[in-house]
């Protein structure tokens, strides 16, 4: 039997193993430059459509369970405003996008405590090869809240891949689908402009 | 640790192999293991001596019941600490860190501990 001599060692003795906040912080340092034709190049590896003003750019400096994305705070009560990211390792360990979707869904807004339920599910095209959409939306009768999510899985290179999107409301509020359309966009003009770390690893 | 799972296969292709410690007793890393999917070894080690043993700083959360931050450690084929990080694996530099260990031929098969 093959034996593997070097070891990992990943020592996590916290018991909180899954209570990693993260916090959300602009880099000083500008990772993007803005084309001629109105899309955002993002180091040098990344190319999209901006949202319209009113989207702050956000970002995880280190440890993150996402690279990158946008926030609007939205006019009425808290916890009002909605998120999109785009996420080079969303949770789950599946390459297969309908079991993928299964197991980040068992962690997505896991410590929000809501029952998601999904309400639409469908295959698409993302960056031309195979992708799957879900819509979900969870309540939360104790805080009054509830919020909706849409996820897109596409995959690059061997590797799933994702984008995300979660509006909050009051349990008694409505939801903007224009921010839904807005999302779209983004992933729409989603591109590679070059091989990813682990294709070229 | 799912993020070390998604990279097993490039740990395999660079003669490396993950093993996950914790506190935890052994049926609370069970379930975990198999609410995420995870296949690799999770060593219980209750009492909490290696991470003292591996110098993981302790936190403050509890009060006599120290508990240990997070701490990544690569160990070669000889034994030696290679390489260690505090706070979230930062998994592209551990890749390339077993990349370039695997190059050096310190990533091959162990003796099993016997010169």
Redo the contacts between chains.
């Keep these: 039997m093959k034996r593997n001599g070097v070891v990992i060692l990943s020592i996590v003795l916290a018991l909180f193993w899954l209570s990693g906040c993260t916090s959300m912080e602009a880099s000083k340092k500008v990772p993007y430059t803005l084309t001629p034709q109105g899309t955002v190049v993002w180091e040098n590896e990344l190319e999209f459509k901006p949202p319209p003003s009113g989207w702050k750019l956000i970002r995880v400096e280190e440890g993150g369970e996402f690279g990158f994305g946008f926030l609007k705070k939205e006019p009425g009560p808290f916890p009002c405003q909605t998120m999109f990211v785009y996420d080079e390792d969303p949770f789950g360990v599946s390459t297969r996008l309908e079991e993928r979707e299964q197991e980040f869904l068992r962690r997505f807004l896991w410590n929000a405590c809501l029952q998601m339920q999904v309400l639409e599910k469908k295959e698409m095209k993302v960056f031309g090869g195979e992708g799957l959409a879900v819509v979900v939306e969870g309540k939360d009768p104790v805080k009054k809240e509830k919020a909706k999510s849409k996820i897109v899985f596409g995959k690059r290179g061997d590797r799933v891949v994702s984008f995300y999107m979660t509006q909050w409301r009051p349990l008694d509020g409505t939801f903007d689908h224009s921010a839904f359309d807005t999302f779209d966009q983004f992933v729409a003009s989603f591109k590679f402009l070059k091989k990813s770390f682990y294709e070229t690893l | 640790?799912?993020?070390?799972?998604?990279n097993l296969s490039?740990?395999?292709r660079?003669?490396?192999?993950?093993?996950?410690?914790?506190?935890?007793d052994v049926k609370t890393l069970k379930d975990?293991a198999k609410?995420?999917?995870v296949t690799f070894p999770l060593l219980s080690?209750v009492t909490?001596f290696?991470?003292s043993a591996?110098d993981?700083k302790p936190?403050n959360?509890?009060k006599y019941y120290p508990?240990?931050?997070?701490?990544?450690?690569?160990?070669?084929?000889k034994g030696i600490i290679r390489y260690v990080r505090d706070?979230?694996?930062?998994?592209?530099d551990?890749?390339?860190f077993?990349?370039k260990?695997?190059q050096e031929g310190?990533?091959?098969?162990?003796t099993?501990g016997k010169p």
């Design positions: 640790m799912e993020g070390h799972q998604r490039l740990y395999e660079f003669n490396a192999r993950v093993v996950g410690v914790s506190r935890d975990w609410s995420l999917d080690n909490g290696l991470g591996f993981v936190t959360e509890l508990l240990f931050g997070r701490r990544t450690i690569i160990i070669d084929k706070g979230s694996p930062d998994f592209k551990i890749l390339l077993l990349k260990l695997n310190l990533s091959g098969p162990t099993g």
